[in-house]
């Protein structure tokens, strides 16, 4: 369920994305941001409770008022908090134990990957778009988001492997 719950909040994140570019609205900007923690909580909790999906919504929903009541730079601010505990949280479960740990452990160094891939487009982009280079690293911003896509989806793997390595664990 919760692998389906996080598909969900990622494809609400393409589209929310999609919205505000589209039309450049503070709303879906803000619906964007909040699509893109909420996927990251998802997996957070995921990979450490029996019951992700109500802590998810509860978490989610902190930081959804969060997001409106800050709109600067509270979004990226928990997002990287977020993003650097599943990291840790992905590390210590894979590494404790061997089973699912070779596969899961690829997986989160495939999504760093592409994470850091897709972070250094978005850096390309955000210097160049108002200099003269700027209408020649365009592309630069859609290769952000193919991969933070990427690094999302390689994290929910990873985190699937490690749930089916420890049923028990999981509920």
């Given amino acids: ?11 609400l994140t393409g589209l929310a994305s999609a919205l505000f570019h589209a039309t450049l609205w503070w709303s879906g900007q ?3 941001e909040f699509f893109e923690n909420a996927a990251v909580i998802a997996l957070l909790h995921a990979s450490a409770v029996r019951r992700p999906l109500a802590r998810t919504f509860v978490h989610a929903s902190a930081v959804g ?24 949280r992905g590390a210590r479960l894979a590494a404790a134990d061997a ?12 999504g760093c990957m592409c994470g850091l891939a897709g972070f250094a487009a978005w850096l390309v982009d955000k ?15 859609g290769v952000w988001h ?24 999981f509920g």
């Fill in 99 to 110: 089973r699912g740990a070779p596969a899961a452990m690829r997986a989160m160094r495939s």
């Fill in 1 to 11: 369920a919760w692998l389906r719950f996080f598909a969900v909040l990622l494809a």
């Fill in 127 to 141: 210097a160049a778009c108002n200099s003269a280079l700027g209408a020649y690293t365009q592309q630069a911003h």
């Fill in 65 to 88: 008022a969060l997001v409106c009541l800050v709109p600067v730079a509270a979004a990226e601010l928990h997002l990287v908090a977020a993003l650097v505990a599943l990291l840790r």
């Fill in 146 to 169: 193919i991969g933070t896509a990427a690094a999302l989806w390689s994290a929910a793997e990873a985190v699937r492997l490690v749930r089916l390595a420890h049923p028990s664990d």
């Fill in 30 to 32: 803000k619906l964007d």
